[in-house]
């Protein structure tokens, strides 16, 4: 299992990182950010479901059903049902307003009820947790690499920062993606 980074390990690297800015007009060399960080969790019934999905709108998503994946990108997203005859129920899914710093979780529960989450990032010099980016391949190589926003916050034990949420981020290209 992974041990969490040091306090004064990820301090070291926010503190490399904030000089590297103002060395240089590189923004991609910046690896953490200091935000704050809050989630809003609800649980929805069908009707719900549909209603929160259309209104979220994102410029990314993807939907996991019992018996196929559907993809979003650039706005292009099309509402898709909560259940469908041919696909099953969705099972779960992120999508992401990616300009707004925002990601909607969506989980199936074996009652019936899907459990909707959505996390809001806000920058924030003096906040509480760090953020930092991470990529990984998508199931299908049409869709590049996954991006994904980590959230970091310090264990209380003192042992340091550990990741606590991945909030999705929307595609990006293989070729642009920068090592994990």
Known sequence: MNQPLSTETLNRIFENQVQNRSQSTSESSDRFRR???????????????????????????????????????????????????????????????????????????????WRVSEYFIEGDENGDWLVDQTRVLATSHSLGMLTYNRIWALNTDGSGYAPIAACFDGFSDRDSREES
């Open 35 to 113: 935000c704050q960080f809050r989630v809003v969790s609800l649980k929805l019934a069908y009707d719900e479901l549909t209603t929160c999905l259309k209104e979220f709108s994102p410029g990314h998503a993807w939907l996991s059903y019992q018996s196929r994946n559907e993809a979003f990108s650039d706005g292009q997203f099309v509402h898709q049902p909560a259940t469908d005859v041919e696909y099953g129920y969705l099972l779960h899914g992120e999508l992401t307003k990616a300009d707004e710093d925002r990601s909607l979780h969506v989980h199936y529960q074996a009652n019936g009820n």
